[in-house]
Nanobody, 127 residues
Framework: QVQLVESGGGLVQAGGSLRLSCAAS????????MGWFRQAPGKEREFVAA????????YYADSVKGRFTISRNNAKNTVYLQMNSLKPEDTAVYYC????????????????????WGQGTQVTVSS
């Protein structure tokens, strides 16, 4: 198993930035593809960004493309989500997720494919 702990959420004004972190423990982090998802009140969990186990491939939801950047540091067992130009519609609980992967370039987009989840961190963007 792998344990995931998110941090870095908070309250920010529209146009501001936040950097989320997700620290992993328990297994070899570099064997896992990672993803970020979010869930707003009354809405379904939605995909935000994904990164392959090597970090060489990334993929973004259209709603965040050009504003958010996913990255990872395998030496620190951590995946990041840099969020710039935040909008009120970005308000949600953000979750990181991990899925064992055999491929350095494959990203995982579907939340149903992920086996491991963090507890989430709240991001609130005020207008």
């Amino acid at each position: 198993q792998v344990q995931l702990v998110e941090s870095g959420g908070g309250l920010v004004q529209a146009g501001g930035s936040l950097r989320l972190s997700c620290a992993a423990s328990g297994r070899t982090f570099s064997n896992y593809a990672m993803g970020w998802f979010r869930q707003a009140p009354g809405k379904e969990r939605e995909f935000v960004a994904a990164i392959s186990r090597s970090g060489g491939s990334t993929y973004y939801a259209d709603s965040v493309k050009g504003r958010f950047t996913i990255s990872r540091n395998n030496a620190k067992n951590t995946v990041y989500l840099q969020m710039n130009s935040l909008k009120p519609e970005d308000t949600a609980v953000y979750y990181c997720a991990a899925e064992p992967s055999q491929f350095n370039t494959i990203v995982v987009v579907l939340h149903t494919k992920y086996d491991y989840w963090g507890q989430g961190t709240q991001v609130t963007v005020s207008s």
